[in-house]
């Protein structure tokens, strides 16, 4: 068997492996497989749900809502551990293992005789689906700084080809029976499982792996790392402003688009559709080029204020089209994290990328288990008689964390030497 190509990165006194196109391929398809498992269950998981509940909506809606925290609350607890692992075993065996739990875990669901089992094999998926911060590790280990930004906004487009093929192939395979998606996300997680056994290469070389230590791969002790290098807490900061506003869209984006303009599912699903294609084609074209041209620092400014602009559009819109036009701003937001992703990795050692990645996924955890909380309170308060009848404040409130987040980055996101490898 032929050895793995080298090759020197910057920064790094010694060669690392050069993954092949495969490989890369490989990680594209991991992460598009993670979001298109996920958006398989967006049409499907909460009419499963409903089945269970003998049809009683709001005990079903109060399941549903314990299954989003739950999930959140496994990728708060397990992201940092398994970023640990990977900075001490290696990226790829933790790729490989996180895609065959994912797939024998939507076996579990498939076959699911209760809505205890369906729960349970939520929260393994809430665990096994944190291989995309193990991917990113994967990146940060094999890209040369300069590039990094690009290849993160190809992992952005996989997550965005995920989500609009993910719904569509959910909804019409749940036509024929709800159970029958959970069966093809398996099937297609455990082949990429088999396909990335012979082709995915090992990224982090034995030398520059670092000690397991429980203290570093527990949630307070990943967050930690985020203290201790210049400039990461604040950028942090930025992030944990991003995740939350994002989190208005999944939470309130079906009751809005009801309240407001009587949206049925067909109009939902177009414009799914649509806010995945446009953030596909940013991160697949535009990412790379601009920010060769722009620089990761003004890139990152420019995708936050596209992006509050966005959600300025969306909460203001008194029509759906008014609406549908904000989505362009939206995807341009996609410069932003890439940008932020590559500003951080050059902060962190090589020996530390998958706990940093750890630490920014659990992050996300915190978010998405108060984000849906937050906003959903916020447009219930909206819409009452209470208040100025302003549907739209979810949306204002995104708006507003965003720009915070634009100031913040303004103010510390700066240009750095690369760390030390």
């Known amino acids: 068997m032929s050895s793995t190509p080298l090759v020197s990165v910057p920064g790094s006194p010694a060669p690392v492996p050069a993954p092949t196109r495969a490989a890369f391929l490989f990680i594209f398809i991991t992460v598009a497989l993670d979001m298109l498992a996920l958006g398989v269950m967006i049409p499907v998981l909460p009419k499963l749900i409903i089945e269970f509940e003998h049809g009683n909506m709001a005990d079903a809606a109060g399941a549903a809502g314990l299954f989003g925290f739950s999930w959140a609350a496994m990728q708060f607890v397990f992201s940092p551990l398994l970023g640990a692992v990977s900075d001490r075993r290696g990226r790829r065996p933790v790729i490989l293992l996180s895609n065959l739990g994912l797939g024998l875990d939507y076996l579990l669901m498939a076959l699911a005789p209760s809505l205890s089992w369906l729960f349970v094999g939520r929260l393994i998926s809430g665990v096994t689906s944190a291989s995309f911060s193990t991917a990113g590790a994967y990146i940060a280990d094999v890209t040369p700084e300069e590039e990094r930004a690009a290849k993160f906004g190809m992992l952005g487009a996989a997550f965005g080809l995920g989500f609009v093929v993910g719904p569509a192939i959910g909804g019409l395979l749940g036509g024929v029976s709800l159970r029958l998606p959970f069966y093809v996300a398996a099937g297609l997680s455990l082949a990429n499982a088999l396909y990335g056994f012979f082709i995915l290469p090992e990224s982090l070389p034995a030398e520059k792996r670092a000690p397991f230590a429980w203290s570093k791969a527990n949630p307070i002790g990943a967050l930690t790392l985020l203290r201790s290098h210049p400039g990461l807490l604040g950028l942090a900061v930025v992030s944990f402003l991003a995740n939350m506003a994002h989190d208005s869209l999944p939470s309130v984006f079906v009751l809005y688009t009801d309240y407001r303009y009587h949206w049925g599912e067909r109009?939902?699903?177009?414009?799914?559709?649509?806010?995945?294609?446009?953030?596909?084609?940013?991160?697949?074209?535009?990412?790379?080029?601009?920010?060769?041209?722009l620089g990761e620092r003004n890139a990152l400014l420019i995708g936050l204020a596209f992006g509050a602009a966005g959600f300025g559009v969306y909460g203001w819109a008194p029509t759906g089209g008014w609406f549908l036009a904000g989505i362009p701003l939206m995807a341009i937001w996609g410069l932003a994290g890439p940008s932020f992703q590559a500003l951080m990795s050059r902060r962190v050692e090589q020996s530390a990328q998958g706990r940093l990645q750890g630490a920014l996924a659990s992050m996300s955890g915190i978010t998405g288990m108060v984000g849906p909380l937050l906003f959903t309170q916020i447009f219930a308060f909206g819409i009452s008689s209470k208040s100025l009848r302003l549907p739209g404040a979810p949306f204002w409130m995104s708006a507003l964390l965003l720009s915070a987040g634009l100031l913040v980055a303004f103010l510390v996101a700066r240009d750095s030497p690369p760390a030390a490898r």
């Open 267 to 293: 109009m939902v699903g177009f414009c799914l559709a649509a806010v995945g294609i446009a953030t596909t084609i940013v991160a697949a074209l535009l990412v790379g080029p601009l920010v060769k041209r």
